[in-house]
Each structure stands twice: as structure tokens, then as C-alpha cells.
């Protein structure tokens, strides 16, 4: 009958722990449950972090290629613009040469050579001015395509185009150099006519 007691208090004891275990056990797994949503919250943020930093850098990137494009293209229209104008101030200065030419031809002087030199100067200036229009179409190019492996081709080609000017110049210079002795004929026939003139009208007083 002791025994029988014994046994009972010892299942009642028992049972009055069992909510405790059971309260002690859900407390674990809801522990366990907030520092897995904290790790993977701190992962999350630092996933979104990364992704932020990634986007930033692309935003920057792409800002940067977009002013070095824009400064690429006021670049190219500023030089289309300097060549353009040296090359209509080659024009001009070939049509001065060609009316002095021709005014050396019309007092009977031979102007052949400086005519044929001129000719070919022309043909430079015309190739130059074919070249500077092919600037823009490259630039274009440029800016659409593969900026970094088209760039060396621009570059050679504005190269080309100075060397065109720079012929087409130095042709006319040859010009030049090839109307002086025209030019001083022309100038000592006026300075001989001028002084027949004087002694005429001095003789024309003395009489």
C-alpha cells in the first residue's frame, strides 16, 4: 500500500513537470526560430548592400562613359569646325593666286608653270576637304560602336586629314614661290613704262 503511494506521488510529480518541459522546449525552438530570421535579416541586408554598391558603380560608370562620349563629340565638331575653316582660307587664298595669275597672262607674260603647280594645289585642297567629311561619320561611329577599339582609327584618320592640309599649304607656297619672278617682271615693265611716261610728259612741257 506504501509502495502504492509512493508510486502515485512519483507520477504526480512527473506530471507537473510536463508543462515546463513543454514550455522550456517551445521557448528553445522559438530561440532557435528569431536567430535564423536575424541571420538570414543581417544576409538580406547585406545582400541588398552589395546590390546597391553594384548598381551605384554601374550608374557611375555608365555617367562617365556618357561625358567622356559628350566630350568626344564636342571635341570632333570643334576640329571638323578649325579644319574647315583653314581649308576655306586655303580656297580663298588659291583664288587670289589664280587672279593673279591671270592678270600676269593677260600682260603677256608665261604663267604655265605656276598655273599647272596651282592646279595640283587645288587638287589637294579638294582631297583635304574629302577627308574632313569623312571626320564626323567616324566620330559617329565612334560614339555607337566599340568607343575604345574604334577611337585608334579616328585618331589615324585626323592625322591624315592635318597631313592633307598641311600638303595642300605648302602646295600653294610653291605657287607663290613660282609667281615671284612673273610678278617682278610685271613690276619692272610698269616701273619702265611709268619712267617712258615721265620723260614724255617732261619733253611734252620743255617743247
Do not use: C, W
Not at 604655265?112 to 561619320?137: F, G, M, N, R, Y
Request: glycine letters at 2%; zero cysteines; aromatic letters at 2%.
Amino acid at each position: 500500500m506504501k509502495s502504492k503511494k509512493i508510486i502515485l506521488i512519483g507520477s504526480l510529480v512527473a506530471l507537473s513537470f510536463l508543462p515546463i518541459a513543454s514550455i522550456a522546449e517551445e521557448t528553445a525552438n522559438t530561440s532557435t526560430t528569431t536567430v535564423r530570421e536575424k541571420r538570414e535579416t543581417i544576409r538580406d541586408n547585406i545582400e541588398e548592400r552589395r546590390e546597391g554598391i553594384k548598381n551605384s558603380m554601374e550608374e557611375r560608370r555608365e555617367a562617365v562613359k556618357t561625358q567622356v562620349l559628350e566630350r568626344l563629340q564636342k571635341f570632333g565638331d570643334k576640329m571638323v569646325e578649325r579644319f574647315n575653316a583653314a581649308i576655306e582660307r586655303l580656297e580663298t587664298l588659291a583664288t587670289r593666286i589664280q587672279s593673279r595669275i591671270d592678270k600676269l597672262v593677260a600682260e603677256g607674260l608665261d604663267m604655265s608653270e605656276a598655273q599647272d603647280k596651282l592646279d595640283k594645289a587645288e587638287i589637294k585642297i579638294t582631297e583635304a576637304k574629302t577627308s574632313v567629311a569623312t571626320i564626323a561619320p567616324k566620330i559617329t561611329e565612334v560614339i555607337n560602336g566599340d568607343t575604345r577599339a574604334l577611337y585608334p582609327e579616328l585618331k589615324e584618320l585626323v592625322k591624315d586629314v592635318k597631313e592633307d592640309i598641311k600638303e595642300a599649304h605648302k602646295a600653294l607656297v610653291e605657287v607663290i614661290k613660282s609667281i615671284k619672278p612673273g610678278q617682278m617682271r610685271s613690276d619692272e615693265k610698269k616701273a619702265e613704262n611709268q619712267n617712258k611716261n615721265e620723260n614724255e610728259n617732261e619733253q611734252e612741257n620743255t617743247n
